[in-house]
T-cell receptor, first 115, second 112 residues
Framework: ETGVTQSPTHLIKTRGQQVTLRCSSQSGHNTVSWYQQALGQGPQFIFQ???????GRGNFPPRFSGLQFPNYSSELNVNALELDDSALYLC??????????????FGEGSWLTVV | AQTVTQSQPEMSVQEAETVTLSCTYD???????LFWYKQPPSRQMILVIRQEAYKQQNATENRFSVNFQKAAKSFSLKISDSQLGDTAMYFCAFMNGNQFYFGTGTSLTVIP
């Protein structure tokens, strides 16, 4: 158990719809990162939130957006869903002011299928 | 730009034997971290081992060890005494500034 909880675990959406994925980070962790893992690929960095502000973004369009709340939990929102958005979405939490690596934990992911 | 390359899409090893997974990376940074993550069918990313670039000594963690060659930008993972529970996807990852860059993974199967 990593203490990082993601919901929902699986969902199916129709092209053009919007989706919200949620992540509860481990206690004491103030940084949340989101990754997209397409089938057969390694995870790709979407963005990171630190103390409720976006702190770095990968090569993803603006229809991928996020939020971090005062309790450090986070949401990933994707608008105007496309078939290629079908993937596993991973959340990783960490405490930024500590040595990185040992304190980064991944959730089990949310499987999104767009039909 | 940082890139991570894993050139072995699939590998297999007999139980109790040793296997080495390869990884190369490209970066212009001097301070960074390297990781191996294991992803079983449950899809949970599990940290196997990490290496700080400024440390010359290779990291070890029980049956897992790395061969870190900074000049060659190579970071291979050796698994000794392979166990059935080691069957999983293995991802090599580079971190700089809190962002991971992952390779495409190596699917390892341990054969009884």
């Amino acid at each position: 158990e990593t203490g990082v909880t993601q919901s929902p675990t699986h969902l199916i959406k129709t092209r053009g719809q919007q989706v919200t994925l949620r992540c509860s980070s481990q206690s004491g962790h103030n940084t949340v990162s989101w990754y997209q893992q397409a089938l057969g690929q390694g995870p790709q960095f979407i963005f990171q939130y630190y103390r409720e502000e976006e702190n770095g973004r990968g090569n993803f369009p603006p229809r991928f957006s996020g939020l971090q709340f005062p309790n450090y939990s986070s949401e990933l929102n994707v608008n105007a869903l496309e078939l290629d958005d079908s993937a596993l979405y991973l959340c990783a939490s960490s405490r930024r002011d500590r040595n990185t690596g040992n304190t980064i934990y991944f959730g089990e992911g949310s499987w999104l299928t767009v039909v | 730009a940082q890139t991570v390359t894993q050139s072995q899409p699939e590998m297999s090893v007999q139980e109790a034997e040793t296997v080495t997974l390869s990884c190369t990376y490209d970066t212009s940074e001097s301070n960074y971290y390297l990781f191996w993550y294991k992803q079983p069918p449950s899809r949970q990313m599990i940290l196997v081992i990490r290496q700080e670039a400024y440390k010359q000594q290779n990291a070890t963690e029980n049956r897992f060890s790395v061969n870190f060659q900074k000049a060659a930008k190579s970071f291979s993972l050796k698994i000794s005494d392979s166990q059935l529970g080691d069957t999983a996807m293995y991802f090599c990852a580079f971190m700089n500034g809190n962002q991971f860059y992952f390779g495409t993974g190596t699917s390892l199967t341990v054969i009884p």
